[in-house]
């Protein structure tokens, strides 16, 4: 049974770091494409990063130059770190996974399992 359990979101002020962390079951995230997306009321779920199977990171272009995510293989773990945080961050942000493919998960349509969301909140 395939499952994304997503943890490490909260409140911080403008210029703050989070780490959000996505723990999978069920598949190997390192032969999969794993990705953040996040959202906010009234609006389409964006992606915010990925990394593909390969290694090879792709970022939204608000986040390029302050988020960075990353995947532990030991662990079958996949993080986002996130610096300069500013209030339009403000979103629930998904762990998403494409289990085994090697290809591009950036678009929401293509993606097969969601975590269940975190929020994160950054005020001014």
């Known amino acids: 049974q395939v499952q994304l359990v997503e943890s490490g979101g909260g409140s911080v002020q403008s210029g703050g770091s989070l780490r959000l962390s996505c723990a999978a079951s069920g598949f190997t995230a390192s032969e999969s494409c794993m990705g953040w997306f996040r959202q906010t009321p009234g609006k389409e779920r964006e992606r915010v990063a990925s990394?593909?199977?390969?290694?090879?990171?792709f970022y939204g272009d608000s986040v390029k130059g302050r988020f960075t995510i990353s995947r532990d293989n030991s662990q079958n773990m996949v993080s986002l770190q996130m610096n300069s945080l500013k209030a339009e961050d403000t979103a629930m942000y998904y762990c998403?996974?494409?289990?085994?493919?090697?290809?591009?998960?950036?678009?929401?349509?293509?993606?097969?399992?969601w975590g269940q969301g975190t929020q994160v909140t950054v005020s001014s």
């Open positions: 998403a996974a494409v289990p085994n493919s090697r290809y591009s998960c950036a678009q929401s349509q293509t993606i097969h399992y």
């Open positions: 990394i593909l199977s390969a290694g090879n990171t």
